[in-house]
C-alpha cells in the first residue's frame, strides 16, 4: 500500500546576493487518514542555527549542481519527536533558509527541487501507539509525492555583505583557530573526563579498523557485501576514501567537540564537509565499542565524511539498508558514510 503526500516549494523569482534564501515548503496529507511522517532526508528536518539537516533539494546553478554544505549527522532510531503529525486532508509547512547549507547567494540563476523520493510514515492514532510502534521496530509505509520546482534568480551585490553557509563558516573559523602545537593530537571540547576516555578510545579503535579495511579491500566477499560487485571503478573509489580517511586522522588535529551544542534528537555524531570537528551527542555513549553501529565505526563514518567526502544515503540508515545498497545500486554505495562504516566495522573485527 502507498501513501501519496503532496509537497510543494515556494519562493521569490529574485534575491540580492546579500540577502537570505528563504523558500517555503509545504507538505500535504490529501488522504483520509491521519498520518506521522518522518523527518529525516527532508525539509522538516532544519534547525534555526544550523538550517537543513540533509541535502534534501537539488540545487542547480547554470545547470551545474551547488553541492550541499550543511551538517551531516549519523541517527540512531527515529523516536516520536523525530516524526511531523499530518492529520488526514491538511498540510503542514515551514521556512527554510536556503542559504545555510547551500550556496546560493552568488550571483546566477538557480533552479531548486525537493529530493524526496520515499518518506516512510505511520497512520497511527496518537503519539502513544506510534512510541508502540516504534518500540516494537515496526517499519513504516513508504509515501510516494510528486515534488516541485522553483527557479530564482540572485543578483549581484557587493561581496563584503556575502552570507555563507554554516560549513563555510565552520571552516573559517577552524582555519582562524590558533592552530596545535603538534599536529597529530585530538583535542577535546566539554565533556567529562569519562568521556573524553570514550571518545579518545573509539578514535584510536577507528584508527586501526580503518587500517585494517584496507588492508582486506581484496576480500572479495566482504567488498561484495557493502559495495556491491568489485568492478576496478568502485575498487579504486573504495580504496582512494579509506587512503583519504587514513592520512586526515594522521596528519589533521581533529577536534572532538562533547558540550552538546549542535545535537538535535536522535543524532548520534556529526560534521561538515571538509570540517576538522566532530561533533559527538548523547546517544553515542550507549553504542557498544566496536562492531556494525558502535562507537569506533561512528568515528569512521564522520572521518569518511570530513576526509573522503562521503554522504549520507538515503536508505542506508542501517546495516541491513546499507547492503541493499550495496546490491541495488552499488555505485552509490561507494558514497555512503555507514557502507564505509559498516565496511570497517566488519573488515576490523575479522583482522
Ligand atoms: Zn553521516
Redesign the pocket.
Known amino acids: 500500500m502507498t501513501v501519496h503526500l503532496e509537497a510543494l516549494l515556494f519562493g521569490n523569482a529574485k534575491y540580492q546576493s546579500s540577502e537570505p534564501v528563504r523558500l517555503t515548503f509545504v507538505l500535504a496529507n490529501p488522504g483520509d487518514t491521519d498520518l506521522y511522517v518522518l523527518t529525516w532526508n527532508t525539509p522538516f528536518d532544519y534547525t534555526q542555527e544550523e538550517g537543513l539537516w540533509s541535502d534534501c533539494f537539488q540545487v542547480t546553478e547554470g545547470g551545474k549542481a551547488v553541492p550541499y554544505d550543511g551538517p ?3 541517527r540512531g532510531r527515529p523516536r516520536v519527536e523525530d516524526f511531523l503529525f499530518l492529520p488526514a486532508g491538511r498540510a503542514g509547512g515551514l521556512v527554510i533558509n536556503l542559504d545555510k547549507t547551500y550556496p546560493v547567494t552568488n550571483p546566477g540563476m538557480y533552479r531548486v527541487s525537493a529530493r524526496l523520493r520515499a518518506i516512510p510514515v505511520f497512520m497511527a492514532g496518537s503519539r502513544e501507539e506510534l512510541a508502540e510502534l516504534l518500540e516494537a521496530g515496526k517499519p513504516g509505509m513508504l509515501s510516494e509525492l510528486i515534488s516541485t520546482l522553483v527557479e530564482f534568480r540572485v543578483d549581484a551585490l557587493p561581496l563584503q555583505n556575502r552570507l555563507f553557509t554554516i560549513g563555510e563558516q565552520v571552516r573559517q573559523a577552524e582555519a582562524a583557530a590558533a592552530p596545535f602545537e603538534e599536529a597529530v593530537e585530538i583535542r577535546f571540547l566539554g565533556g567529562s573526563a569519562g568521556e573524553r576516555d570514550i571518545v579518545g578510545d573509539a578514535h584510536q579503535t577507528g584508527f586501526v579498523l580503518v587500517q585494517n579495511a584496507i588492508s582486506r579491500i581484496d576480500r572479495d566477499d566482504l567488498f561484495r557485501e557493502w559495495f556491491g560487485a568489485p568492478s576496478p571503478g568502485r575498487l579504486q573509489a573504495v580504496r582512494d576514501n579509506f587512503g583519504f580517511i587514513k592520512a586526515g586522522m594522521e596528519q589533521t588535529s581533529f577536534i572532538y567537540d562533547l558540550t552538546r551544542s549542535r545535537c538535535p534528537a536522535s543524532t548520534i ?3 561538515f564537509p571538509g570540517s576538522s570537528t566532530i561533533w559527538i551527542c548523547n546517544p553515542f555513549f550507549q553504542l557498544p565499542r566496536t562492531g556494525l553501529d558502535s562507537q569506533a565505526g561512528t568515528i569512521v ?2 572521518h ?2 570530513t576526509s573522503a567526502g ?3 544515503v538515503e536508505g542506508a540508515d542501517d546495516p541491513d539498508g546499507a547492503r541493499t545498497l550495496a546490491r541495488t545500486k552499488p555505485d552509490q554505495a561507494v558514497q555512503s ?2 557502507n564505509y562504516e559498516y565496511y570497517a566495522g566488519e573488515a576490523g573485527a575479522q583482522a
Open positions: 551531516l549527522p549519523k555524531a556529526h560534521t563514518h564522520e569518511s565524511h562521503t554522504s549520507d558514510a555507514n
